[in-house]
């Protein structure tokens, strides 16, 4: 019987090869021991170590890659907070809407106004006017001899003078009925109906019935 080599190349005392059976059994044996024994002595003992293995590699970049997005996650949405803080100190700051005209005294009776504009004026004084002017009768409306109400949409008015209505929200076609309404209006309800809408934009689409119900409103009050 043959002796399969040890680590070191010599042959070991405990491990014997199989030669019982066909001689190319026996041949085949010999054959792998030797190319076991030739890997063994061929290694370097500094040689470094395999590398790892493309699933390893793969496993690494995918982990990095992660670590990375959540990096960038955290810092924008700590870029948002910062934002809406921002944002927030600058809503608090605009929501204090101006009540007064900022005028500058040039001697005895003599006034100049500036550094404002003549639409931003407007507002000021509409502003100042209703909150000056008392609400008598402010919710009262004109009667038809046999006292059946005489604005179609008085219900809807009557909300948005009370402000529990708003404009934006109003179907079109009771907008285009009560535009009618408004002519039978008083000055105070006009004015008070024109304050509670100062900051609305009525959207710039011809044939809007918002726009047609301020344009209506601005001329009745104005004129």
Not at 194 to 206: E, N
Request: with cysteine; proline share 8%; charged share 25%.
């Amino acid at each position: 019987a043959g002796r399969i080599p040890n680590e070191d190349g010599q042959p070991d005392s405990n491990k014997r090869a199989i030669t019982t059976g066909p001689p190319e059994a026996a041949g085949t044996v010999r054959r792998l021991s030797a190319a076991y024994s030739a890997s063994l002595l061929s290694r370097s003992p500094n040689e470094a170590p395999p590398t790892p293995s493309s699933s390893s590699r793969k496993g690494k970049s995918m982990f990095e890659e992660r670590r990375r997005q959540k990096e960038e996650e955290e810092k924008a949405e700590q870029a948002s907070s910062e934002l809406e803080r921002e944002q927030g100190r600058s809503v608090s700051s605009a929501a204090k809407p101006l009540t007064a005209l900022p005028c500058q005294r040039e001697g005895q009776g003599k006034w100049r106004v500036h550094k404002i504009l003549e639409d931003q004026a407007i507002i000021i004084g509409l502003r100042r006017l209703d909150g000056h002017w008392g609400t008598e009768a402010l919710y009262s409306f004109p009667r038809r001899p046999s006292g059946s109400p005489l604005l179609l949409r008085e219900q809807l008015l009557n909300a948005l003078l009370q402000g529990t209505r708003d404009l934006k929200a109003v179907p079109a076609s009771d907008l285009s009925a009560a535009q009618g309404d408004l002519r039978h209006l008083s000055l105070r309800q006009l004015l008070k109906l024109r304050a509670l809408h100062l900051d609305f934009v009525p959207p710039q689409i011809p044939g809007d019935a918002s726009a047609g119900f301020m344009e209506k409103m601005n001329c009745l009050l104005f004129e």
